[in-house]
């Protein structure tokens, strides 16, 4: 039986899926009994996305990020994002130095010139700050008075918000929701989980982990992602369900379009299948199915649709919605009657 060329092997699979159980298994000493959203957090790893954790304060969103970054041995910068916060400080900004009788001005740089950088409650700053971020997060480069800096290899943002209802918070600009590859929701544990944790941490401080995966096994990981194969057909769904959320295409649209003011842009669908070949790989299969694109899709496309006043009135969410466009949209195309 001949491989595909460039398909990743039976072997390179198993072997990657043991290093990525371990990393989840370390995540989840962390962050104990949050295992959908660990598995999330990997296949973004993977797919070099960036993640949006929404939750109330002292859920774990911080610890687990920091316990990501030592796992992964990564440079590892925070910045903790405040009303009074200017671009400058994340960025950095242009200092005046004086060396051999001149004055010269020199890039002194921010906290962003990092692998993993955590953004946390990114949205208590204002927009002009949060818009600080887009260059870095599309581009990995930061331009301050016409010069751009590239950042280091690899760049993740990994941001933390609070309810938007809470006091003190902005909501994040639509053009800086679509740079994030998945929006993941932090709930609280159950009754059991949280008894663990108080039992076994007396002042609530989560293990720190030793380092496990190199960088440069991350980027053979990087790699083997990249070569799993999306079939036609697989594509093809991702692209429907996009295309499903626009209610001003009549011919492609869904039902449940009607509940959304504007669509999703296509990052969403190179988010599906991007997001969609890590999690086959974490599933140790060579090829995305149509299952990964169907867990996958209310966290890819749910934050980069526009909700009409409707669904607002009703009280749903961007998720929601994509979850019942799951229903409507079928995952092999209808053949047209002759």
């Known amino acids: 039986m001949s491989t595909e060329p460039g398909l990743p092997t039976p072997e390179e699979i198993a072997n990657a899926q043991e290093t990525l159980g371990q990393l989840r298994a370390s995540l989840g000493s962390i962050l104990i009994g949050q295992e959908v959203l660990i598995e999330q957090?990997?296949?973004?790893?993977?797919?070099?996305?960036?993640?949006?954790?929404?939750?109330?304060?002292?859920?774990?969103?911080?610890?687990?990020?920091?316990?990501?970054?030592?796992?992964?041995?990564?440079?590892?910068?925070?910045?903790?994002?405040?009303?009074?916060?200017?671009?400058?400080?994340?960025?950095?900004?242009?200092?005046?130095i004086e060396r051999e009788g001149r004055r010269d001005l020199v890039f002194q740089k921010g906290p962003i010139f990092t692998h993993l950088l955590l953004a946390d409650e990114i949205n208590r700053a204002s927009p002009k700050t949060q818009s600080a971020l887009l260059e870095a997060m599309q581009e990995s480069a930061v331009t301050v008075l016409g010069e751009t800096h590239a950042l280091p290899a690899p760049f993740f943002v990994l941001a933390t918000q609070n309810p938007i209802e809470l006091e003190g918070t902005y909501p994040l600009p639509e053009a800086q929701l679509d740079r994030f590859l998945l929006k993941l929701e932090v709930t609280m544990p159950g009754g059991d989980v949280l008894k663990k944790i108080i039992m076994t941490r007396p002042r609530g401080q989560a293990p720190r982990p030793d380092t496990q995966v190199t960088i440069e096994t991350l980027q053979a990981l990087f790699a083997l992602t990249d070569r799993i194969h999306l079939p036609d057909a697989v594509a093809d769904y991702a692209c429907r369900l996009v295309m499903a959320t626009h209610r001003e295409n009549e011919s492609e649209a869904a039902p449940s379009s009607v509940l959304l003011k504007h669509g999703a842009s296509p990052r969403a669908a190179i988010a599906l299948a991007s997001a969609g070949r890590a999690r086959a790989l974490i599933s140790g299969r060579p090829n995305v199915s149509f299952d990964d694109v169907q867990e996958l899709a209310a966290s890819a496309i749910g934050h980069r649709v526009v909700l009409d006043y409707a669904a607002r009135a009703d009280g749903l969410g961007g998720p929601a919605v994509v979850r019942r466009l799951l229903e409507e949209v079928p995952a092999v195309a209808e053949t047209p009657a002759r």
Not at 56 to 74: D, S
């Open 41 to 96: 957090v990997v296949v973004a790893l993977l797919a070099r996305g960036h993640v949006l954790l929404e939750g109330l304060p002292g859920l774990g969103k911080t610890e687990l990020i920091k316990g990501l970054a030592a796992l992964l041995g990564l440079d590892f910068g925070r910045v903790q994002f405040t009303p009074d916060l200017l671009p400058g400080d994340i960025t950095g900004s242009p200092v005046m």
